[in-house]
């Protein structure tokens, strides 16, 4: 099988809202210290193992394109950014602790795939429909082999396109784990529409 694409969906490393314990979504929180340190790492990795990518393709939120910028310098590869590969937009949540969320917007017991998050944030297939547009737009690029910084939502809605599976609502269907730095290792050939899974790291 020739004309293979290869796509790496990776996940950007600690932010400053992890520490913070805050909501994220589209609250631009930069990178901490270890954050850095587990993107050099990442980066020795690939390194080691002679992986080579044609391009890095970045969300545009800073702790994406950070992560993104550290692993391009250490690799030698520039760094296109793509919104597309943005966080769910989570509309009022983004930038709230989880105690003051949970006060002023409490979860609701049933929230429909086509309901907007909180009131103004994106809806289940709103994310659903742009990790397609984001996949699309990389395959599209032909043969070679990519790496995308971006989110965990975006990339579990990514990898939910990919494999067919339906948006994830009320908090049920399937799920990936990523951690800080976490990534999914694909293999694409066109000519099949044949998706292989290569290998998956939590983090």
Known sequence: MENKIQVTLLRHGRSRADDEKVHEGRYDSTLTEIGRA???????EFLSGMTHFDCIVSSTLR?????????????????????????LDNGPLAGLSREVALERFPKPIFRNPYEPFCGTGESDW??????????????????????????????????????????????????????DTGYARFEYYPSKHL???????AG
């Not at 990790?131 to 990514?158: F, M, Q, W």
């Open 126 to 179: 709103e994310i659903f429909c742009r990790g397609a547009r984001a996949v699309e737009k990389i395959i599209r690029r032909g043969a070679g082999n990519y790496l995308v910084v971006a989110h965990g939502g975006i990339l579990n809605s990514a990898i939910r396109t990919i494999i067919g599976a339906r948006p994830f609502s009320n908090q049920q269907g399937i799920a990936f784990g990523f951690g």
């Open 38 to 44: 587990q993107a050099r790492v990442r980066a020795q």
């Open 195 to 201: 998706w292989y899974l290569l290998e998956f790291k």
């Open 63 to 87: 702790r994406a394109h950070e992560t993104a910028t550290i692993i391009g310098e250490l690799l030698g590869v520039s760094v296109e950014t793509d919104p597309d590969w943005m966080e």
